[in-house]
């Protein structure tokens, strides 16, 4: 079956970095373009970045355009999501998500940004 497993959060502080990563299995990771979504308390999950299967096309949401970088390893079924300048706003739990499953959900990893 489909997994998605996140990892990478943590407590960081203002202006700093981290990066998430998502192991997947149980599908042709090839086939799909890979998002990340962010859920913060009291909002709906927001989409933040997208790949698509080659990594030819990335896209980002306004708020994280330029400090955000989504790649993608095809040869280990893996997603990233390389957060740099990461401000307050920023914090929340972050899920990767298959275009092709989009029903199909991890653990999430938790983002705490914070002084």
């Known amino acids: 079956q489909v997994q998605l497993v996140e990892s990478g959060g943590g407590l960081v502080q203002p202006g700093g970095s981290l990066r998430l990563s998502c192991a997947t299995s149980g599908f042709t990771f090839t086939l799909s373009t890979m998002r990340w979504f962010r859920q913060t308390p009291g909002r709906s999950r927001e989409l933040v970045a997208s790949i698509s299967e080659m990594a030819t096309v990335a896209n980002y949401a306004h708020s994280v355009k330029g400090r955000f970088t989504i790649s993608r390893d095809n040869a280990a079924d893996t997603v990233f999501l390389q957060m740099n300048n990461l401000e307050p706003e920023d914090a929340g739990i972050y899920y990767c998500?298959?275009?092709?499953?989009?029903?199909?959900w991890g653990q999430g990893t938790q983002v705490t940004v914070s002084s």
């Open positions: 998500n298959a275009l092709i499953f989009p029903n199909n």
